[in-house]
């Protein structure tokens, strides 16, 4: 059994594995408004794929990557093309929406991608001016082991762990962002 983040997507349903989230998120945003224009990048976000992404520029950027390389470039490619961004950050392991805030990226804490960021982009001569929704909690859980069945294929060490987070955690995440890309548009 493959691990899934399906209860923290929005788009994801049983019904809906093995289609594409970009396919997903076109038809959801079809069936609330026809009249809104969609074009899809089914690609991953690197150095290469930047320009092509951008070549229109957007209004505003929702930054919700999870893997490290894409989210520092895509960061990095905004900050210096001027292009409005608001990144989201860590949401594994926490569990108080209370907790939740929107900041600066260089004002947060308690946040290990967070820390990561901050410290890539100060070597790229970035140190301030990235909005970003963090949890000010520390991680209240501890990761989940991959089970036996799936450590086999990571060899001595299990390979990575299961960073779970909780649907509620996500979406609020996903509506701060939401909410500040709006007030920053309007």
Known sequence: MLFSNINRQILATHSSIGIKKTELAKKRISDINPNCKVKIFDTFVNTDTLPTI??????????????????????????????????????????DPFSIK???????????????????????????????????????????PLPKDEQKNFGKNGGPKILGSTPVITSIFGILLANKAIEKIV
Request: aromatic residues 8%.
């Open 102 to 144: 929107y900041a600066d990226l260089f004002e947060t804490h308690h946040c290990k991608l967070a820390e990561r960021l901050r410290g890539d982009l100060r070597k790229l001569g970035i140190s301030s001016g990235v909005p970003c929704v963090f949890s000010e909690q520390s991680p209240q859980i501890k990761p989940i």
């Open 54 to 95: 951008f070549a229109t520029k957007p209004d505003i950027v929702i930054d919700a990557i999870d893997s490290f390389n894409p989210k520092l470039r895509l960061i990095e490619y905004c900050y210096k093309n001027n292009i409005k961004i608001i990144s989201s950050m860590g949401a594994a392991l926490k569990t």
